[in-house]
């Protein structure tokens, strides 16, 4: 079957920096995707990688292994406003795309 | 800006009413999804279309129904509502597939069945 996997919850410390970890077993793969979400609001776009390597854009970096089916999310100087639940999604061989759990994390001062 | 809109924002109703929770896009995408989805937990596929007459099921598609008659609408009809159906439901839409396309989420519509 498909799978994806991440932590379901994170603290971490206003200013510092934090990596969601996302691990994938997919039908195909045609690209990882990472969004968030604050509480009872739609999910946003934050990043695409469909190479290895990674993937950066202002505070956020997103790193791409596909031989090993796994992904981070690097949120550095973190803010308050950044509490909210990472989603990972993995598009698979149908471009449908297949979404974890969500990571919930949560900043304290 | 996307343009994916749901309505209504919020709704409380009572068991075994039929109600439908509307979608509608003005990008032209053809694919659309429902989602349902719980405070904190992961997203699950209801229904897809991926264009005007074409629907699918998803994982959680028993007890609802959709329907695509034009290319910007996608509504979502529970025949029976039951208090399990409380929920957040979300609508997404996805443009011709490229690299880095992305999907674009309505605000969502909260349900509460009382």
């Known amino acids: 079957g498909q799978n994806i996997d991440q932590p379901t919850e994170m603290t971490a410390t206003e200013g510092a920096i934090v990596q969601i970890n996302c691990t994938y077993q997919t039908s195909g793969f045609n690209g990882l995707f990472w969004y968030q979400q604050h509480a009872g609001e739609a999910p946003t776009f934050l990043s695409y990688?469909?190479l290895d390597g990674l993937e950066e854009k202002g505070r956020f970096s997103s790193f791409l292994s596909r031989s090993k089916g796994y992904s981070y999310l690097l949120l550095k100087e973190l803010q308050m406003k950044d509490s909210a639940s990472y989603l990972c999604a993995v598009a698979d061989s149908n471009y449908q795309l297949i979404w974890g759990a969500g990571t919930k994390l949560i900043i304290k001062p | 800006e996307a343009d994916i809109y749901q309505t209504p924002r919020y709704l409380v109703i009572g068991t075994g009413k039929k109600i439908t929770l509307e979608c509608s896009q003005t990008m032209g995408h053809d694919k659309m999804y429902w989602y349902q989805q719980d405070p904190g937990m992961e997203l699950h596929l209801i229904h897809y279309?991926?264009?005007?007459?074409?629907?699918e099921k998803g994982d959680l598609s028993s007890e609802s129904t959709v329907s695509r008659i034009r290319t910007e609408h996608f509504p979502l009809t529970l025949e029976s509502a039951r208090p399990s159906h409380t929920s957040q439901y979300l609508c997404a839409s996805l443009p011709p597939w490229r690299q880095g396309t992305e999907a674009f989420f309505g605000q969502g519509t909260r349900l509460t069945v009382v």
């Open positions: 990688n469909v």
């Open positions: 279309s991926y264009g005007v007459n074409s629907t």
